[in-house]
């Protein structure tokens, strides 16, 4: 596996499941992101992990919980979710640096439905 | 007010032409960077090209150049001799500053939709 990989691809999920969404970085970087991308509105960034450590939470609702438990693997795991958070999630990694800035690697996202 | 402007919602381009997206951005920070990302219908948001605010050149990389016109806070994206592959929205994005949280947030616009006609 190269990149940036999650899993699943698609989901559906009713308003009561838990499920969770896997991503995984194969690049060696030190930080990785959450961002949610609803229709017609621009990338929202969720969360932000650096060195394992969560450095940003957007105002996200605690129905969402991300959880890093090492600098490859990123989770977010979903519980009582509403329809309007139906939206394509997508997870990112970098290098993090206070020197320079270091563009961001994108996986193919997990389309999220909520019934 | 918006960080990221990207006043067209769809562009389209004749195969071969060169075509311009616009971007204009809004900061105080004398330190941050912009991106540019490809979006298939696929999903994936595919990083294009980048340039940081004390670059005194623009930014190429193969058929991606970016018109960095930093008094006008613009930075558009010209792709050249474009290819039926390069439909797809395009985004542009912004971070700004070296310290504090917002060191790690990348600011995106709504987008372009770009598209190739054969």
């Known amino acids: 596996e190269t990149g940036v990989t999650q899993t699943p691809r698609h989901l559906v999920m009713g308003m009561t499941n838990k499920k969770s969404l896997k991503c995984e970085q194969h690049?060696?970087?030190?930080?990785m992101y959450w961002y949610k991308q609803s229709a017609k509105k621009p990338l929202e960034l969720m969360f932000v992990y650096s060195l394992e450590e969560r450095v940003e939470n957007n105002s996200v609702p605690s129905r969402f919980s991300p959880e890093c438990p090492n600098s490859s693997h990123l989770f977010l795991h979903l519980h009582t979710l509403q329809p309007e958070d139906s939206a394509l999630y997508l997870c990112?990694?970098?290098?993090?640096?206070?020197?320079?800035?270091?563009?961001?690697?994108f996986g193919p996202g997990t389309r999220l439905t909520v019934t | 007010a918006q960080k990221i402007t990207q006043t067209q919602p769809g562009m389209f381009v004749q195969e071969k032409e060169a075509v311009t997206l616009d971007c204009t951005y809004d900061?105080?920070?004398?330190?941050?960077?912009l991106f540019w990302y490809k979006q298939p219908s696929s999903g994936e948001m595919i990083f294009l090209i980048y340039?940081?605010?004390?670059?005194?050149q623009n930014a190429t990389e193969g058929r991606y150049s970016l018109n960095f016109q930093k008094a006008r806070k613009s930075a558009n994206l010209v792709i050249s001799a474009s290819q039926l592959g390069d439909s797809a929205m395009y985004f542009c994005?912004?971070?700004?500053?070296?310290?504090?949280?917002?060191?790690?947030?990348?600011?995106f616009g709504k987008g372009t939709l770009l598209t190739v006609n054969p």
């Open positions: 900061t105080s920070d004398p330190s941050y960077g």
């Open positions: 690049l060696g970087h030190n930080a």
């Open positions: 340039q940081g605010s004390y670059d005194q």
């Open positions: 990112a990694s970098s290098q993090v640096g206070f020197d320079t800035f270091y563009e961001q690697y």
């Open positions: 994005a912004m971070r700004e500053g070296f310290s504090g949280g917002s060191n790690y947030k990348l600011t």
